[in-house]
């Protein structure tokens, strides 16, 4: 295994990295005149910046360290996730986006309270805040102290995390939305510039042939059997796909820069585009997984897969480069879930009990809520090292937290019928029966545990919609309808790159399933 050292040229373009990065971002924060410039860019962005932020803010070192780290404990399987993903933004940019622009909401539980009452939103929103201390800000502190200590294994894993979490918290809590947006453009081309590079220089070093030879026929195929402790395929039409139409479509912490979208066209495109770049990701990220497993046959950790890659097939001054690429990755998965907690406490909490609040005040709010998730964040990443895996370790918590979450907004978006009564029911049985399955020994896998739940909780809201009144009229204009499926006059129609995104998509899968 190679020795994680940097040299000095390492180092100064690491630095000048994050010294440019906040600059960015700090420059980018002049001029947040209120709450709307503060939390959704003003309702200014394009295309081009929603949907590489999309990428930016998913792809997380915690995507470089976990990918990697599956695919050479078990294969590339793990793939599966990314390109359902495709098919979530799809559905994202056909069903729920439309619906969300149309009620010009701040957060998504802002929609469920216009779709059904303010009692569904508040626990919605209290839910989505736990979760983005204990899943995307812990998972993300979590993955990059991983990096940092391998270069400098004299420093404290807790020191790792405060310094990395106060560096992205600056800039956040200066600048919004628009500073992460326009800083995760920026770190989404560093991110797959980086990644690309580790991707080709590995290659080089192992022929396929030779790692085919040392792979069984399973771990190259993106379709495992019933009985894959992993992924089973099953999971492919249950598990994967609840947790991948939560993630992109119902979750404040993705949806955020969508809802800033200046049009509905361009957040259509954005979440079209985002899904476009996550296709390669099976070469530069997935793969490379493989390869690693005939060159570092006897890590200790799958995790350590992809730095052990990094440092070994990369010359001194291109290591600095991409742990650039990983520290960009914690830094656009940290901010974005920094600034959509901070909306959540804000807009769903201190606005709604407190109307009265101007603008300013709650952009401080705002403020004072993101450092206080960032603490949180860095009080809790340390229990990540408790699974097996830190992809594991976020799918599992997904698995058990948001399928009723997931129905509530599925349910709402597409049965008019759907009333409050249903919907509290139908979240309560769903956290009720998590409760259990966390308590009891089951063994039940948890991409299984996703759609027992959803089912559970979508019979629950029917049953209570059917056995309360019908909602008011007042609700039929959050409800989707085909009419909505529809391209705005005069734009480009996003349906037809929708559907070659889809067929891309589809070939890609069948080439290696």
């Known amino acids: 295994m190679p020795a994680f050292r940097l040299a000095t040229v390492d180092l100064l373009v690491m630095a000048a990295y994050l010294v440019g990065i906040l600059a960015l971002g700090l420059w980018v924060s002049r001029r947040q005149s209120d709450e709307e410039d503060y ?155 980086g990644a690309l590079l580790v991707a080709i220089l590995v290659t080089g070093r192992v022929e396929w042939a030779e790692v085919v030879a040392a792979t069984p026929a399973a771990s190259r195929s993106l379709i495992q059997p019933a009985s894959d402790a992993a992924l089973p395929w099953p999971a492919l039409l249950s598990g994967i796909p609840l947790l991948g139409i939560y993630f992109w479509c119902s979750n404040q912490y993705v949806v955020q820069r969508a809802l800033g979208a200046r049009t509905l066209t361009d957040g259509r495109l954005g979440a079209l585009f985002a899904g476009l770049i996550k296709l390669p990701l099976l070469f530069v990220i997935v793969l490379p997984g493989l390869y690693a497993r005939v060159l570092y046959p006897d890590l200790p950790s799958a995790d350590l897969a992809y730095p052990t890659m990094l440092f070994d097939v990369l010359p001194v001054g291109l290591r600095g480069v991409v742990l650039v690429a990983l520290l960009a990755a914690l830094m656009s998965t940290l901010d974005s879930t920094l600034n959509s907690a901070a909306t959540l406490v804000t807009m769903d909490f201190v606005r709604r009990l407190r109307p009265g609040v101007g603008g300013r005040t709650l952009v401080q709010i705002g403020r004072a809520t993101t450092v206080a998730v960032l603490a949180l964040g860095m009080l809790w990443a340390p229990q990540v090292s408790e699974y097996p895996s830190l992809w594991q370790y976020l799918q599992t918590v997904l698995a058990y937290v948001t399928p009723p979450i997931a129905a509530c907004y599925v349910f709402g978006a597409l049965w008019g019928r759907a009333t409050a009564t249903g919907a509290l029911g139908g979240l309560a049985i769903g956290a009720v029966g998590a409760i259990g399955l966390t308590v009891a020994p089951h063994g039940i896998h948890f991409l299984y545990v996703a759609p027992l739940l959803f089912v559970a909780s979508g019979a629950a809201i029917v049953v209570g919609s059917l056995a309360s009144p019908p909602p008011s009229a007042e609700a039929r204009p959050f409800v989707w309808s085909l009419a909505l499926a529809r391209g705005d006059a005069g734009a480009r129609d996003y349906r037809i790159y929708a559907a070659l995104l889809l067929a891309a998509t589809l070939g890609l899968v069948a080439v290696w399933a």
């Open 39 to 193: 939390f959704l860019a003003g309702r200014s962005l394009s295309w081009p910046l929603i949907g590489a932020s999309l990428f930016a803010s998913n792809i997380s070192s915690s995507s470089f360290i976990g990918l990697t780290g599956d695919a050479y404990r078990s294969g590339i399987a793990v793939f599966n996730y990314e390109w359902f993903a495709v098919v979530a933004l799809i559905v994202f940019a056909v069903v729920f986006l439309p619906l969300y622009l149309q009620a010009r909401v701040y957060t998504l539980p802002e929609y469920l309270e216009r779709r059904f009452d303010g009692r569904v939103r508040l626990y919605v929103s209290g839910v989505a805040i736990v979760t983005s201390v204990l899943l995307e800000s812990a998972g993300a502190l979590y993955g990059a102290a991983l990096v940092v200590r391998m270069v400098a294994p004299d420093i404290p894993f807790g020191a790792a995390v405060v310094g990395l979490g106060v560096l992205t918290g600056l800039y956040t809590t200066a600048g919004g939305l628009k500073s992460v947006v326009y800083t995760d453009a920026v770190q989404a081309t560093v991110l797959l510039g």
